[in-house]
């Protein structure tokens, strides 16, 4: 089941699980659309993989168990551990390769 970040690994922005601009790669690297496309460069920093929009957990339970009631989103704030500079640099060396190539 998807893990739901609460917040941007690069800029700590919150987002909440109805976040229309939550970005996830394959193994839920979570970025807000701004630095995935300002900083990142559609490249995942932890993986070389491309980003998604993350899908959005119903809040209301219209099927028995399935709603963020029963699936609540983590609490856990993840964090980057490089630098922008490191980042964009990290992204030039791949940003021309599409994602599904990589």
């Known amino acids: 089941m998807l893990e739901l970040r609460p917040n941007c690994e690069c800029c700590d922005k919150d987002l909440l699980p109805t976040a229309t601009d939550a970005m ?3 193994y839920e690297c979570t970025f807000c659309r701004d630095c995935v496309n300002e900083i990142l460069e559609n ?4 993986c070389g993989g491309g980003f998604a929009p993350r899908p959005i957990r119903p809040a209301t339970e219209y099927r028995q168990g399935l709603s963020t009631k029963h699936q609540p989103p983590s609490n856990t704030r993840i964090h980057t551990k490089y630098s922008n500079e490191e ?5 030039a060396t791949i940003k021309s390769v599409k994602p599904e190539e990589r």
């Not at 490249?43 to 932890?46: A, L, T």
């Open 24 to 26: 996830i790669c394959t």
């Open 87 to 91: 980042l964009k640099a990290f992204s």
């Open 43 to 46: 490249v995942c920093p932890n």
